[in-house]
């Protein structure tokens, strides 16, 4: 029973676990409700996938009629 009183003796204090348990916890909350907002994003607002962007972008100062697809 000398090793479990020596265990918990080396666990810091209630206060330190609970702020480092706070610490993991609320970042994941803000993470899983960012994720669920931006589910509902309008189309123009989500990423396109990497071949689409190729075709969108124009050189600088070109205007749309100048090129053809």
């Given amino acids: 029973m000398d090793w479990i009183k020596r265990i918990i003796g080396?666990?810091?204090s209630a206060s330190?676990?609970?702020?480092?348990?706070?610490c993991v916890i609320?970042?994941?909350?803000?993470?899983?409700?960012?994720r669920?907002?931006?589910?509902?994003?309008p189309p123009w607002k989500q990423?396109?996938?990497e071949?689409?962007?190729d075709?969108?972008?124009l050189p600088a100062s070109s205007?749309?009629?100048?090129?053809?697809?």
């Fill in 10 to 12: 080396l666990l810091p």
């Fill in 16 to 22: 330190i676990l609970f702020s480092a348990a706070l």
């Fill in 26 to 34: 609320i970042p994941m909350c803000f993470y899983e409700v960012s």
């Fill in 36 to 41: 669920r907002m931006r589910r509902h994003d």
């Fill in 47 to 49: 990423e396109m996938p």
């Fill in 51 to 53: 071949g689409e962007l």
């Fill in 55 to 57: 075709k969108t972008m």
């Fill in 63 to 69: 205007s749309n009629d100048q090129y053809e697809e």
